[in-house]
């Protein structure tokens, strides 16, 4: 039998590391990952990358919290090994903050990260407008270094990469026999779902190196997160805009609210503004196998988009579940059959 | 009233600061200079990686302990400033890691959050059975003593280059107070043969990934013996040498390849890490510090000394706690001397 032909559509985080689990995962198939955009153009490549998850409303708490623990694990593995600093992942402490004491004390996923506990009085000292905090060691996995690092090891596994737009799925017909759809907020048109849309993100990339803790205060409108070589301050959400240069205005409003926090700040240098679309789907992370036929072709697509605010923090864990789809996907008979109602 | 403070490093600065800022305004004589052979970048509080941290076991004078307190609470009330960043001050979180359980030290309740390691967090560190966890403050040697030094001359602070030979040479210059922080060298000046020099070697690298201290502990080979790594503001120090007596301030290779294996050894990552200097410094080693006055007398005249040296490893840690003493020490030899028109102000 000839080996499975398989189209990752995307390179972002989700389409990279789907692209990495399905190579594992299914035997005897050529991977090819097709995007117009890669690192550090990507949504991703924008993104501050903290291992923090966010709620999806159709996702069962225990699945999302596998999801965040499987790829806190992966991560994890990867922050104490030599490999960390090409991948750009690394371990950093910190403190969530809160104005007033929150409804859920200690999140569902307080034991995933590491020794995550309530702040103490004199901790809260340093935040004299809030009266709630955890402190806990989280992780940072930034894409400008994560993603070339996965692209690296998936040219070493054989799969081809290739830069091309592609404004239709069935433009990988006939040449590929599964397509995986990791195209974000592409999937608006190549999924034509409707309910896809921008929820737009402002951030501050700056130069202060003497911060070495990440502070999120309550929801995480305001954050100030530490990487390698910048700290990233933030943020906005705004629905549905999709205008991707950066309002001064909006940075000179960031820039107040986390001196606010971190008063040291003020000797920030070198501050970029840039502008991320978080692909924000409603009913949450579309992880699901669609045939679609037309005029008599068929062609099985497994979607995996649609992670909003909090890509990085699941990645694994559904680019794990999205292998798995596809692995269903070519074991099932290569006969034509209605399409499914999934 | 004239006051020469020998030393320029940490101690020297900062208790001639102390000094200046309480009594300036009620001694309008005070004409305080410092006198130094070494001078920022070439102090010893340059070699240091600036964590504040105490040793383990409680001090043997219990005054220290008060006064690593005091300079904590002193730093930490910075930290939160627009500032903190040009006085070298950040807040840094870590581990200390041990072979085999221990007792939480005296000063748990003095640094954030302390606790003992989780079973996940030892998992990073395959060779340590147990630990702590706390967030605590490093002091940049280097960026502190510049901002000292700008703090001094903007008061008028005067330095002068030059290597003192003996306290009656500044006495007969026309000093009425010396302020001995002198440090390793205390013993040129004065012998004291409970002063050593505990000799340190480091590595600096380039690591901004590396966003915690780790520091080892082997009971058997003693403090600074055993690798420690120790993120500053721009470079991440890398050690774990002390040698009791060693006065040479040449690197050694040996020195350096017992640092990079064993920290690499610990940190996996730092492989990677490009070095960006490598410096060896002199800790001045006591089993207390001395901080207290003499009088000496030369010709006909009573000159105060008050000596503040001695603080090993753990100077830039206890420093603001020593030059509050020192300061105390200074206002008694004013009320002494009837100098004081005004109570001393409260300390």
């Not at chain 1, 594992?24 to 050529?30: E, N, T």
């Amino acid at each position: 039998m000839d080996p499975v032909r398989i189209a990752v559509v995307g390179a972002g985080v989700v389409g990279l590391s789907t692209a990495m689990c399905v190579s594992k995962l299914v035997p005897r198939c050529s991977i090819t990952v097709i995007s117009d955009k890669f690192s550090p153009d990507t949504t991703s490549d924008v993104a501050a990358g903290m291992l923090i998850p966010h709620v999806y409303p159709n996702t069962p708490i225990p699945t999302l919290k596998q999801w965040f623990r499987e790829t806190f694990d992966h991560l994890f593995a990867i922050a104490n090994s030599a490999e960390a600093k090409d991948a750009g992942v690394h371990l950093v402490s910190g403190w969530q903050i809160f104005r007033s004491i929150p409804a859920e004390e200690v999140p569902f996923w307080a034991d995933v990260v590491l020794g995550f506990r309530k702040m103490t009085k004199a901790e809260l000292k340093k935040f004299p407008q809030h009266v709630f905090g955890h402190a806990f060691t989280t992780l940072k996995c930034e894409s400008p270094a994560y993603l070339p690092w996965l692209e690296k090891r998936l040219k070493g596994s054989g799969v081809l990469i290739l830069t091309r737009r592609i404004g239709d799925l069935w433009e990988l017909h006939p040449s590929f026999d599964v397509v995986v759809n990791c195209s974000g907020l592409g999937s608006r048109q190549l999924a034509q779902d409707s309910e896809m849309f921008p929820m737009r993100g402002q951030v501050l990339n700056v130069r202060a190196p003497w911060v070495k803790h990440f502070i999120r205060d309550g929801s995480g409108l305001t954050y100030i997160y530490p990487g390698t070589s910048n700290v990233i301050l933030g943020g906005t959400r705004q629905q549905g805009d999709w205008n991707l240069s950066p309002d001064a205005e909006i940075s000179r409003g960031i820039f107040s609210r986390c001196c606010a926090l971190e008063p040291s700040l003020q000797g920030a240098c070198d501050i970029r503004e840039k502008v991320g679309l978080r692909p924000f789907r409603p009913a949450g992370v579309r992880l699901q196998t669609e045939f679609l036929a037309q005029d008599g072709r068929r062609l099985p697509v497994v979607h995996h988009y649609g992670h909003g605010s909090g890509g990085i923090s699941v990645h694994w864990g559904t680019a794990l579940e999205a292998a798995r789809l596809v692995s269903e996907c070519v074991q099932a008979p290569r006969t034509p059959t209605p399409k499914s109602n999934l | 009233m004239r006051v020469v403070v020998i030393g320029a490093g940490v101690i020297g600065l900062s208790t001639a600061l102390c000094i200046h800022e309480r009594y300036r305004s009620v001694l309008p004589s005070l004409d305080m200079r410092v006198y130094a052979d070494r001078f920022t970048p070439l102090t010893n509080t340059d070699v240091a990686a600036g964590l504040c941290q105490p040793y383990l076991s409680d001090p043997r004078n219990p005054q220290e302990a008060d006064w690593n307190q005091q300079t904590f609470d002193y730093l930490l009330s910075h930290v939160h400033s627009p500032n903190a960043a040009n006085v070298g001050l950040a807040l840094v979180s870590g581990y200390n890691l041990f072979h085999e359980a221990i007792p939480d030290p005296s000063w748990k309740n003095t640094v954030l959050g302390f606790r003992t390691l989780t079973p996940r967090d030892l998992d990073m560190f395959p060779d340590y059975s147990y630990g702590w966890f706390n967030t605590s403050l490093i002091v940049e040697g280097r960026r502190y003593l510049q901002w000292l030094t700008e703090r001094l001359t903007e008061r008028g602070v005067k330095f002068f280059q030059k290597k003192v030979e003996s306290f009656e040479e500044v006495a007969r210059g026309g000093a009425d107070v010396i302020i001995n922080c002198t440090g390793v060298w205390a013993g040129s000046l004065q012998p004291d043969p409970l002063l050593q020099p505990g000799r340190g070697q480091i590595i600096k690298v380039d690591a901004p990934w590396m966003k915690h201290f780790i520091i080892t502990h082997d009971p058997e080979k003693g403090i600074y013996k055993s690798p420690y790594i120790i993120p500053g503001i721009q470079a991440v120090t890398l050690g774990g040498i002390f040698q009791l007596g060693n006065w040479s301030e040449v690197n050694n290779i040996q020195d350096h390849n017992t640092i990079w294996e064993g920290c690499c050894r610990l940190e996996p990552t730092l492989q990677d890490a490009k070095i960006v200097a490598e410096l060896t410094g002199l800790r001045p080693v006591r089993p207390q510090i001395r901080l207290e006055r003499e009088q000496l007398r030369f010709a006909s005249s009573n000159t105060e000394v008050i000596h503040n040296y001695g603080h090993g490893g753990y100077g830039l840690t206890i420093h603001w706690g020593c030059a509050l003493e020192a300061a105390k020490l200074f206002g008694k030899v004013l009320e002494e001397r009837k100098l004081l028109k005004m109570p001393p102000p409260h300390l």
